[in-house]
């Protein structure tokens, strides 16, 4: 009913930028939180942002003052701009929304929790 589509991934230089997007699609009528995380290889997946429906956000501490996430609420969309790119950003991307009102084919309101999309690669070169 609900799915999570990113775009905007790929390779930079350190220093670069990178825009990466995520649009939610279905019979959606609400989302409380949308957010980024990101899993590097080895490593557990982590929380990078998130944003919830009022514009309140929460940062990583190694992504503050680089990435800026922004939210398209009446297109289900949440963007994230990251500048000044590290080597250590290097990871796959995922995004999540949580808490999500739809209608189902029979028109029900129901909410569901925690979508997550397919991931996209970010890979930055020193």
């Known amino acids: 009913q609900v799915q999570l589509v990113e775009s905007g991934g790929g390779l930079v230089q350190a220093g670069g930028s990178l825009r990466l997007s995520c649009a939610a699609s279905g019979s959606i009528f609400s989302i409380n939180t949308m957010g980024w995380y990101r899993q590097a290889p080895g490593k557990q997946r982590e929380l990078v942002v998130f944003i919830t429906s009022g514009g309140s956000t929460n940062y990583a501490d190694s992504v503050k003052g680089r990435f800026t996430i922004s939210r398209d609420n009446a297109k289900n969309t949440v963007y994230l701009q990251m500048n000044s790119l590290k080597p250590e950003d290097t990871a796959v991307y995922f995004c999540?929304?949580?808490?999500?009102?739809?209608?189902?084919?029979?028109?029900?309101?129901?909410?569901?929790?925690?979508?997550w999309g397919q991931g996209t690669q970010v890979t930055v070169s020193s």
């Open positions: 999540n929304a949580d808490q999500v009102g739809y209608y189902t084919d029979y028109g029900v309101r129901r909410y569901g929790l925690n979508y």
